[in-house]
């Protein structure tokens, strides 16, 4: 599993069910795959239904996700939500 921090990206080798068991409100399971940090969005664009992230990397994701990403994110930080 690759975890991409701000400045590196770091390489743990568990099983994803393993993270998953992990009660990390700042962490959601995007796809199979993927558990992304919430912390780290910067931006979220609706239109083309992409997260924008502060170390520059972007992640494509369904309409259906996005919806309950932006639910998450909005209740983590409070209400406030990027467009």
Do not use: C, W
Request: cysteine-free; hydrophobic content about 35%.
């Amino acid at each position: 599993m690759e975890i991409h921090q701000s400045k590196s990206i770091d390489y743990v080798h568990t099983a994803i069910k393993e993270v998953k068991k992990i009660e990390l409100p700042e962490y959601f399971m995007v796809f199979r795959f993927y558990i992304i940090n919430l912390k780290q969005i910067k931006k979220i664009n609706r239109s083309s239904n992409t997260l924008i992230f502060f170390n520059g990397e972007n992640l494509e994701i369904g309409k259906r996700i996005s919806s309950k990403i932006i639910q998450k994110y909005n209740n983590l930080m409070g209400g406030h939500e990027e467009n």
